[in-house]
């Protein structure tokens, strides 16, 4: 009994270290590939973002198969799943996560950006401008978010789209407009006027930068768009 109860205690605590390895992993990114198999699960998540795109397809999938049995629940989890699903060619498994996964976590910006392309290539601008603003809202990648943007808002349907999701009041409009000098002003003043009319409250400080800075350059149709909006900004 006494060797039995040694044995059991040995057992216990090399199962505790590998528990508390594998947790040390969120925190110490470099310690995840020294985790035993059998303990990953934050470690696994590690090591499949870190390999996903790169192993080979078989690897991969086994990988982020393993990661979303071990971990189902979070949305990066099946985003990653997805990507492993597509190179080994099954694109449809791949658009079912991807959809589920932008349903479960707005903040999963691989899901949100292969939701966006999705819809934007399919002409569904509205779509495109929810994702944008789940996008804004996370706050990654900024050139991208921009680039993005600049081609939603360059079709009249595009801005039109922008306005009605601007027009929910959503914080991300914040981030979006600080960051919207790339943005054509036209396109911008017109985004920002359709938007306040349909009940936007945007940021008052933000919009009086704008101002400003169309005036300046002596776009005064825009800027007196952005007068406009300023009378129901939020202050």
């Keep these: 009994m006494r060797m039995v109860w040694i044995s059991l205690m ?10 508390q390895l594998d947790r040390q992993s969120r925190r110490t990114p470099m310690l995840a590939p020294i985790v035993p198999t059998m303990f990953r699960s934050f470690a696994q998540a590690r090591h499949v973002i870190a390999t996903v795109r790169s192993a080979e397809p078989a690897e991969a999938l086994k990988a982020a198969e393993l990661l979303v049995q071990r971990r189902p629940i979070p949305a990066e989890h ?29 903040r999963d910006s691989i899901a949100q950006q292969s939701m966006f392309g999705i819809a934007f290539n399919a002409g569904d601008m509205a779509e495109s401008s ?28 595009g801005r039109k789209a922008m306005a009605a ?25 017109e985004t920002i006027a359709m938007a306040a009319a349909q009940g936007a409250h945007l940021n008052c400080r933000i919009l009086q930068r704008i ?3 169309y005036a300046q350059r002596k776009l005064n149709a825009e800027a007196a768009m952005i007068t406009q909006a300023r009378k129901t900004c939020a202050r």
């Design 10 to 19: 040995g057992i216990l605590a090399l199962v505790a270290s590998g528990a």
């Design 165 to 189: 999701t601007m027009s929910t009041n959503g914080r991300w409009t914040n981030a979006f407009l600080n960051d919207s000098d790339a943005v054509p002003p036209r396109d911008l003043a």
């Design 211 to 213: 101002e400003t800075a």
């Design 78 to 106: 099946l985003s990653l799943l997805a990507i492993a699903k597509a190179r080994n060619g099954d694109n449809d498994a791949a658009l079912l996560l991807l959809q589920t996964a932008a349903r479960r976590g707005w």
């Design 130 to 157: 929810r994702r944008l603003a789940a996008l804004w809202g996370i706050g990654e990648n900024q050139m991208m978010l921009s680039a993005s943007t600049t081609k939603v808002l360059a079709t009249p349907e």
